[in-house]
Nanobody, 121 residues
């Protein structure tokens, strides 16, 4: 199985910065894509950003130029640096990782527990 543990999050004023991290562990042979979704109150979960094993990235239009995703393959960890935060960025942020499992070779997507980011003055 794959376990993901998130850290970071909290309360920040508009225009401020915050960073999140997410470490994957378990019976992992390799990890393909990693990324972050978020879900605001009363809204559907949306993809914020993703990063492939080769480092290629994708961003939602709403966060381009403000958020930066990165990963450390040796640590199976993905990071999200969030700058110029806006109240509309307030949401629970969930990390994910698409992993190939040791032994079985089965592909499995693991999810973090979610961390709340609140942008408010």
């Amino acid at each position: 199985q794959v376990q993901l543990v998130e850290s970071g999050g909290g309360l920040v004023q508009p225009g401020g910065s915050l960073s999140l991290s997410c470490a994957a562990s378990g019976s992992i042979f390799s990890i393909n894509a990693m990324g972050w979704y978020r879900q605001a109150p009363g809204k559907q979960r949306e993809l914020v950003t993703s990063i492939d094993s080769d480092g290629s990235t994708k961003y939602a239009d709403s966060v381009k130029g403000r958020f930066t995703i990165s990963r450390d393959n040796a640590k199976n960890t993905v990071y999200l640096q969030m700058n110029s935060l806006k109240p509309e960025d307030t949401a629970v942020y969930y990390c994910y990782a698409g992993a190939v499992l040791l032994g079985s070779g089965r592909f499995l997507t693991g999810w973090g527990q979610g961390t709340l980011v609140t942008v408010s003055s």
